[in-house]
């Protein structure tokens, strides 16, 4: 087992990576000193596979645990879903010192996240992430919330976890295409800041697709350190740092947005954005062309989608979205922009003609 410390003061964590984790929660939360009552918050899909796993880990140490089930996907990030989870942890009389166990994807961990961060105004919570997607970037760094019909993870809050176990055995059962949607958020990582991790993930793909545990588990690890980092200099993202974090987002949140949440994984929506993000960062920054391709062919070794189907509508359509985008300020689009493999430029505006230049790159 490796683990990656998270330096946040008082608020401070460490990201747990292994195998065999599940068997170890109860272990884990006796020494963060929890309350006795907790809820374990799940979705349909992932609950059935290692819901019981925890509750018989929380229950050999000493808790009295409760699971929660959530709808699979995006579906449970909404106020609707929220608020039926609010009322079974006072039907279950969850108390302030009682706890959430968020198991499951990134969704699940959003949703659980905000939930320990709104109820009585906040519990603890520990994330135990099923997905490499959640494992490598969105069970750390404490950001939760839900979506709102305008856009995604417009509410939301900055609430930390007390700690967070990433079992490498869960990615056995995780599906191909999550998988990959996953890997989008690991070649992020090596273009904003490691230019040598992104030269290993070109060098092990076909290891890493294979699902190699040594291969993952060192990216994993790598991935969580860099995360640290970020969220280590700019918890709340008042310096700028931490928007580096969103490369390909301005664009992949709203191909989700037009997509319904439905279609197109997060994973998927953030390669497509990262390819019009280079194409962008040859244009206006220092990126060479041929590392713009570089970062393409990379996500076309992963079996990533580079493209979307763009009618005049939906070009319309993804254009609006970008606009509610939590990074629209004073009426401006920002983007983060490469100035070279390893090395992002954060709040970069962009003109209009620019950004359609940048979505002719992406449509099919």
Do not use: W
Not at 142 to 169: S, T, Y
Not at 207 to 220: G, P, Q
Not at 288 to 295: F, K, N, S, V
């Amino acid at each position: 087992m490796s683990s990656v410390p998270v330096s946040l003061g008082a608020r401070s964590y460490t990201i747990h990576i292994g195998s065999g984790l599940l068997a170890k929660l109860g272990d884990h939360c006796r020494r963060l000193k929890l309350g006795e009552r907790c809820a374990i918050v799940t979705d349909a899909t992932v609950g059935p596979r290692y819901a019981d796993a925890c509750v018989r880990a929380l229950k050999m140490a000493g808790f009295v645990p409760n699971v929660v089930t959530v709808p699979s996907g995006e579906e449970a990030k909404s106020l609707k879903v929220l608020g039926e989870c609010y009322d079974q942890l006072a039907m279950k009389r969850l108390e302030r010192r009682s706890f959430v166990v968020a198991l499951g994807g990134g969704c699940v961990g959003d949703v659980a996240g905000f939930l320990a961060a709104s109820y009585l105004r906040g519990i603890p919570y520990v994330q135990v992430p099923t997905t490499l997607l959640a494992q490598v970037d969105s069970s750390v760094g404490g950001k939760v919330g839900i979506n709102l019909k305008a856009g995604k993870n417009l509410v939301g809050a900055f609430h930390q976890p007390r700690a967070v176990l990433c079992d490498l055995d869960t990615l056995g059962t995780l599906p191909d295409r999550e998988l990959r949607a996953g890997l989008a958020e690991v070649v992020k990582y090596g273009v904003i800041r490691d230019l040598d991790l992104f030269r290993r993930l070109e060098r092990d793909a076909a290891r890493i697709l294979k699902r190699e545990v040594a291969v993952l588990s060192n990216v994993i690890a790598r991935c969580c350190a860099l995360k640290a980092q970020v969220v280590g200099e700019d918890e709340f993202e008042t310096t700028g740092a931490r928007a580096s974090l969103n490369f390909g987002h301005t664009v992949g949140h709203a191909i989700e947005a037009v997509s319904g949440y439905k279609e197109v994984l997060h994973g998927e929506a953030v390669s497509i954005g990262m390819v019009a993000a280079a194409r962008l960062s040859s244009r206006l920054s220092t990126l060479p062309e041929a590392e713009a391709d570089r970062i393409r062919d990379l996500l076309v070794a992963f079996g990533l989608p580079i493209s979307i189907k763009l009618a005049p509508k939906k070009r319309d359509a993804l254009f609006d979205a970008m606009r509610l985008d939590k990074k629209v300020s004073g009426g401006e689009l920002k983007f983060v922009l490469a100035e070279r493999i390893g090395k992002v430029l954060t709040g970069q505006r962009v003109a209009d003609s620019d950004i359609q230049a940048a979505l002719n790159a992406i449509a099919l």
